[in-house]
């Protein structure tokens, strides 16, 4: 299995303002997603945002965007305008295209506070 | 509502009993997964099920037995475990097992005294 890495456990941040969480993931494969899942409290884990490998441009999806650094390994994601129901426990996924195994880091909690 | 339901939402369990976990999906999909989430570790796969077949089971012990009788429905069959097993164990479907994007249920809490 890919080793993902989430190096930020916990993260606060000022409702409206900006946070950004890190990923980071090894591989020697070319071709792969990168996902970013959302789980809020007691609740079911949810898509936020994909990437495909090949694809150069950033995904965005409304408030939520990637930076993704295929060099690097490195696979972020930023909150823009932050909303209390952004409270949530954050997973990075990595899938290989070649096994198609889906490998999550361990997650980040983020916290927006009033 | 959730198109991927689990039940129970929580369980408590000695070590020699004998319970399961369901999960039953809406969506039409094709692949089913179990997954086990403990506090501040990665998400685990255990088992995969492809059209009704089983794809993938990720060295989990033999305690843990999962049953896929339609592309609708999976079971998680849990005997004699160990505390350590204690964790919330999550159910997710995709299109395919090739499909990147998995819709979960809210899991199912298990502690084992």
């Known amino acids: 299995a890919q080793t993902v890495t989430q190096s930020q456990p916990e993260m606060s941040v000022q409702e409206a303002e900006t946070v950004t969480l890190s990923c980071t993931y090894d591989?020697?494969?070319?071709?792969?997603?990168l996902f970013w899942y959302k789980q809020p409290p007691s609740r079911q884990m949810i898509l936020v945002i994909r990437?495909?490998?090949?694809?150069?441009q950033n995904a965005t999806e409304n408030r939520f965007s990637v930076n993704f650094q295929k060099a690097a390994k490195s696979f972020s994601l930023k909150i823009s305008d932050s909303q209390l129901g952004d409270t949530a426990m954050y997973f990075c996924?990595?899938?290989?295209?070649?096994?198609?195994?889906?490998?999550f880091g361990a997650g980040t909690t983020v916290t927006v506070r009033a | 509502e959730t198109g991927v339901t689990q039940t129970p939402r929580h369980l408590v369990m000695g070590m020699t009993n004998k319970k399961s976990l369901k999960c039953e999906q809406h969506l039409g999909h094709n692949a089913m997964y179990w997954y086990k989430q403990s506090a501040k570790k990665p998400l685990e796969l255990m088992f995969v099920?492809?059209?009704?077949?089983?794809?993938e089971n990720n060295s989990v012990p033999s305690r843990f037995s999962p049953e896929c009788p339609n592309s609708s429905h999976l079971f998680l069959h849990l005997h004699t475990l160990q505390p350590e097993d204690s964790a919330l164990y999550l159910c997710?479907?995709?299109?395919?097992?090739?499909?990147?994007?998995?819709?979960f249920g809210e899991g199912s809490r298990l502690t084992v005294l």
């Open positions: 591989t020697s494969e070319n071709n792969y997603y």
């Open positions: 099920y492809n059209f009704k077949e089983q794809t």
């Open positions: 996924a990595f899938m290989s295209r070649k096994d198609y195994k889906l490998s």
């Open positions: 990437q495909e490998a090949y694809k150069q």
């Open positions: 997710a479907s995709s299109q395919d097992a090739q499909a990147g994007e998995l819709f």
